[in-house]
């Protein structure tokens, strides 16, 4: 279509009309008349206000091309002629736009195009939405989900030859800009009885017949597979091919969606595996065999395709074969196996090949479900598709079709909620002026099923959990007991109470009245079907299969997992199902396409009027357009309304301060709206025609853009203001800048000028006070040279008389000389000899002292105390004093040495001189102790949390902590005990609690005894008649008795104002313990050095200490 022609509203060019609340007058007759003439023309597409009537026109027509997708896109809803790409286009601007999640529910009977039209509406949403790799990636396997699903789980029926036979509900993730980042599939039960047995003029699973028509040789080699149909029990042959059906393109079509789904090749063979299991599952038979208990057993009559079977799903054939002849019965500790007859055989077949099929199915949902999982953890939008198996009435109607029927009743029992009931109570709430519309509320029919006391459902349940025999009689007797009085429920039985004949009711069947017509449901199956019971012998089977999916499909088959309740019934889950999903539809904003069928032999020309007016009086939608005609088109609450339009009128905008239905009461009437195409509800506006709505949002969109123009101008108005104040700025500053520059520039000229004006200047004046200078200097040199000249002649004259003088002089000083020389030694010869030799042995000496101390000087000894090398002498006779300047340096460096003590320092090896004062020579374990340091506090009392009771309780400085054994007198062992050190006193106590057992003061100690040998044993002894000698004297053990015994004589000596206390070493002392005196005797053991001392108690008297020879 062109630019020109493109329509500008929904009355432009109208084929009848295109909105049923136009429709003038409005009569069935009316109605319908206007369906078929827009049918006729190929319309297929009706609004009744915001609801979408579709008919199915069975043929392809031009109105799904990617040039419609664009005419439609961002356009009003009412704007173009009716089309599922306006109410696509209007649900996904308000998901993106408002924020409002959403859903299309889409009913209708089977048939009727639901199935396309949730293809068409997730194309479309598809096409419109953003763009880019990772979008184009989700959109493709969102879509591509679509081919997997209905080849697993469609169907040709006599109804549709696409028939969709399980309930899908597609939820499509979108981001924040409206991109589709993932989706979530749900099913609903899978009409899984169509595997084993299809009705007359129907097929199985279109996958079977794909599978085998459109596999390469090798495939098919691989699966064990014919091509021809008829080898397979499970596939009916009388409509084997469709027309217009192509199965071989369909599934390459279905392996290529696989592909982009995410399916790795090893699963969809996996998969392809378990399809060819079930058409194997469906050619075993059995025959009987005779047992000598007198029951027939069942065989497997030809195991080939059992074998065949067994081998492609890695399952051990003879537990299957087991599986087929016996059941196992498990009641709590119990196992019995019962033999199966071959009826029972065929119906674990069934059952088994049912349930492989069904939890393949599930296991695809899941395996779908994993590819296109949206990876963000974001915030979602979500746009809900909901298509189910449409209303079917069969000539055979089973378990099948009462729950298929069931959700239909449940989708129209929304529809009616949210578009009659809902719309028609919000107008009472509001308080709009209301005539009531009388309509047909199916809830009593919902009640009727699902109830949780008396519903069918409730029933069947109740009945299938009943001990004792139970079979599709007693539950229909059960019905009729129950239901026989509800007005939507017949039965032979229920009419013969109330004395009526109907003869089209058979014995074996029930009947009800649904929304869309009254269905004849024949019980033979129910029981079973909700049961949906599979032997445990055979899930265990398939549990123990060696195939990559098998065991996911079977937990239950799990021997470790073994679950003697029943699982829920079939009836209980779906119910429950369809709970959560219509709970999750009423969260959502919902859209409606309610599909009809025109005819009922899937022709494109064929307008049967009274099957489209049966139609459109169950859904209801005369009622429908009445509500919609007598209501109002749009409702908004105030505040969100005055939002929306405040820009539209000066006194509301930018703010409005009052409250705002007043803001929207202004904002209407300046607008000029007629008064009749606005009510004012109590919380809400609302507008009756969706021209008004239209007006409106024209208006805001022109207000929108002046006010946009006003932003800009504002915005470049205040940008290029910036702008220029920043220039202006910025050349201020470069002018200042500039002028600076120039001035330093004309100064620097000036200053050089002056500089060099001044330089010559100066220089012509110094120039002639040099000449003045120069001629000054020269006169001065002139007088002092004819001066020098004057007083050198004198200098020399004087000088000539003087050398005469001193040359006289000289002469008669060396005469003289020579004369006393002679003298002399005329006088002094007889000594010279006798003083001579010992003058030059003086000197000799004098030079080989001093040598020696030059030599020592060079070879002198480090200035370590401990150092003990001292150069050789040289000479013998200087011995001695080698010997004590020895000494001397020595005692010079240690004091050399000591002066670098500190206070501390000096304390500690005070400590250790009185160490070996004590003990030195007297006691083996000394000199072990040489080269331990004295840490005093081993154990950090006053940090250690557990001590701090004890801490406190000890006021004083602590000198020494440590643990020290305390020697039981009854049977010489230890026990750890704090040893506490202060000033004044020493203290035991427990090691764990810190609880002081006994503090002494240091006065009432009288003397220490301890051993000669290399133990740590020690007594610690009191002075007579103390209170502290009461308790008796100590024997203790210690790792560190040296300083333990040195510290105690240093402070104890100290606090007692003694010189010292006695320190008693001795192998053998006496011990006061509480009464008597006990003798502690130390004795060398044969052991060797590394175990330690032990004492004994040898008797009353005597402990005997054995210690380790050194
Ligand atoms: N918009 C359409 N354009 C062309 N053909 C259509 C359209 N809608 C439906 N059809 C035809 O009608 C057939 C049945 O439609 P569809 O499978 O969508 O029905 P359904 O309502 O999903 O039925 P069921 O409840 O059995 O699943 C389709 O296979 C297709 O041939
Ligand atoms: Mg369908």
């Not at 909700?530 to 549990?543: E, F, I, T, V």
Request: aromatic fraction near 10%.
């Amino acid at each position: 279509m062109s630019k020109m022609e493109v329509k500008t509203s929904l009355l432009d060019g109208m084929i009848g009309v295109g909105d049923m609340v136009l429709l003038e007058p409005l009569t069935e007759e009316s109605f319908i008349n206007n369906l078929k003439k827009r049918f006729d023309h190929n319309e297929i597409y009706t609004y009744i206000g915001s609801v979408v009537i579709s008919m199915n026109p069975y043929k392809n027509l031009p109105i799904y091309t990617p040039d419609k997708v664009e005419e439609y896109r961002n356009r009003n809803f009412y704007e173009l002629s009716p089309h599922i790409y306006a109410l696509s286009d209007e649900a996904y601007r308000s998901l993106r736009d408002q924020d409002k999640d959403q859903c299309i529910l889409i009913t209708g009977e089977s048939g009727a195009g639901k199935t396309e039209a949730s293809k068409l509406v997730m194309s479309y949403v598809a096409a419109v939405c953003g763009k880019g790799q990772e979008v184009n990636k989700v959109k493709e396997q969102l879509l591509q989900s679509n081919p997997v699903l209905e080849a697993f789980g469609n169907a040709k029926t006599v109804r549709n030859d696409n028939s969709s036979r399980f309930g899908k509900y597609m939820d499509i993730e979108f981001d924040f800009k409206g991109d589709p980042i993932g989706g979530v599939i749900s099913n609903y039960l899978l009409e899984k009885s169509r595997v084993v047995k299809q009705p007359r003029g129907e097929r199985n699973f279109h996958i079977f017949y794909q599978l085998l028509s459109g596999a390469s040789e090798d495939t098919l080699k691989k699966l064990k597979l014919d091509r021809d149909f008829s080898k397979y029990n499970y596939l009916s042959l009388d409509s084997a091919t469709v027309n217009g059906l192509d199965d071989a393109a369909n599934f390459r079509t279905v392996r290529n969606a696989m592909q982009i789904v995410g399916f790795m090749e090893d699963e969809v063979q996996s998969v392809l595996e378990l399809v060819a299991a079930v058409l194997k599952l469906g050619n075993i038979e059995f025959k009987p065999e005779s047992r000598t208990n007198g029951f027939d057993e069942s065989r497997v009559k030809d195991k080939n395709d059992l074998k065949e079977m067994c081998e492609l799903l890695g399952i051990d054939q003879s537990v299957l074969e087991r599986a087929f002849s016996f059941r196992t019965v498990e009641a709590r500790s119990d196992k019995v196996a019962t033999t199966l007859n071959v009826a029972q055989a065929y119906y674990a077949r069934d059952a088994l090949a049912k349930n492989l099929y069904s939890r393949l199915f599930s296991w695809l949902v899941n395996r779908i479900n994993e590819s296109i999982k949206a990876q963000t953890k974001t915030r979602k939008k979500v746009m809900g598709v909901l298509d189910i198996y449409g209303f079917e009435i069969f000539e055979d109607n089973s378990f099948e079709q009462f729950i298929i029927n069931y959700c239909n009743e449940k989708l129209q029992q929304i529809f009616i909620e949210l578009t009659l009931r809902e719309e028609q109570e919000e107008y009472i709430r509001e308080g709009i002026e209301w005539t009531n519309i009388e309509y047909f509320n199916n809830a009593i029919i919902c009640d009727l099923i699902e109830n949780n006391q008396n519903g069918i459902l409730a029933m069947l349940d109740e009945e299938c959990l009943r001990p004792g025999t139970v079979t599709d009689e007693t539950f229909l007797d059960k019905l009729n007991t129950i239901c026989a009085e509800h007005l939507h429920f017949e039965s032979r039985q229920s009419k013969n109470s109330k004395f009526l004949t109907d003869h089209t009711l058979p014995h074996n069947c029930f009947r009800i009245q649904h929304y869309a017509g009254k269905v004849l449901y024949r019980v033979e199956g129910f029981v079973d079907k909700n049961n949906d019971l599979l032997y445990r012998d055979l899930s265990q089977a398939m549990y123990k299969a060696n195939h990559s999916i098998m065991r996911a499909l079977f937990p239950d088959g799990n021997p470790a997992k073994i679950n003697l309740k029943r699982p829920p019934t079939a009836g209980f889950q779906f119910r429950a199902s369809v709970a959560t999903l219509m709970k999750n539809l009423q969260t959502k904003n919902p859209n409606y396409i309610r599909c009809i069928k025109p005819n009922d032999k899937k022709s494109a020309h064929i307008f049967t009027d009274s099957l489209v007016c049966h139609q459109a009086r169950y859904l209801g939608l005369m009622e429908n357009v009445r509500v919609r005609r007598a209501g109002y088109a749009f409702r908004q609450p105030y505040e969100l309304c005055l939002l929306r339009y405040k820009m539209m009128c000066k006194q509301t905008w930018p703010h409005w301060s009052g409250p705002a239905r007043e803001g929207v009461e202004v904002l209407l009437s300046n607008l000029a709206v007629s008064p009749e195409e606005y009510s004012y509800g109590r919380s809400k506006v609302f507008i009756r025609n969706p021209r008004t709505l239209f007006f409106l949002e024209e208006k805001r969109r022109s207000c929108l853009e002046d006010l946009a123009t006003l932003i800009q101008k504002i915005y470049r108005g205040w940008k290029c203001r910036t702008h220029f104040l920043l220039l202006k700025k910025s050349q201020v500053v470069v002018a200042a800048w500039y002028r600076r520059y120039a001035q330093q520039k004309k100064y620097q000229k000036i200053k050089s000028a002056t500089l060099v004006m001044q330089s010559f200047i100066r220089g012509w004046k110094a120039r002639k006070i040099l000449r003045e200078l120069k001629y000054q200097k020269r006169c001065e040199e002139a007088a002092t040279t004819i001066a020098a000249f004057w007083h050198g002649t004198q200098a020399r004259r004087e000088l000539k008389r003087l050398k005469e003088e001193a040359r006289r002089k000289h002469a008669v000083a060396v005469i003289w000389g020579y004369w006393l020389g002679l003298k002399v030694r005329r006088e002094y010869r007889k000594f010279f000899r006798a003083h001579a030799g010992r003058k030059i042995y003086e000197f000799t000496i004098q030079r080989i002292i001093q040598k020696y101390f030059l030599g020592l000087k060079k070879t002198m000894p480090s200035m370590s105390p401990v150092d003990k090398t001292w150069p050789v002498r040289s000479y013998q006779f200087l011995d001695g004093t080698h010997k004590e300047l020895r000494r001397i340096f020595h005692l010079w460096r240690c004091k050399k040495y000591r002066s670098q003590f500190t206070q501390e320092k000096k304390a500690i090896y005070e400590e250790k001189l009185q160490a070996s004062e004590i003990f030195k020579d007297k006691k083996a374990l000394y000199p072990s102790s040489v080269s331990q340091p004295f840490k005093g506090d081993y154990l950090e009392i006053n940090k250690n949390p557990k001590y701090q009771k004890l801490n406190s309780m000890v006021e004083e400085k602590i000198l020494l902590a440590d643990v020290v054994n305390k020697i039981n007198r009854a049977n010489g062992k230890g026990a750890p005990r704090l040893f506490l050190l202060t000033k004044n006193n020493f203290v035991l106590a427990d090691q764990k609690t810190g609880q002081v057992k006994a503090s002494v003061p240091l006065p009432d100690l009288s003397s220490v005894s301890v051993s000669t040998q290399t133990d740590g044993f020690f007594a610690l002894k009191l002075k007579e008649g103390t209170t502290s000698a009461a308790k008796g004297d100590f024997l203790l053990s210690s790792d560190h008795l040296i300083e333990i015994i040195t510290k105690l004589q240093r402070t104890g000596a100290a606090a007692a104002g003694r010189d010292h206390i006695n320190v008693d070493i001795s192998d053998e002392f006496l011990v006061q313990f509480k009464q008597d005196k006990v003798c502690v005797k130390f004795i060398q053991s044969g052991l060797k050095n590394g175990s330690s001392a032990a004492c004994k108690r040898k008797n009353n008297r005597l402990l005997e200490v054995s210690v380790p020879s050194p």
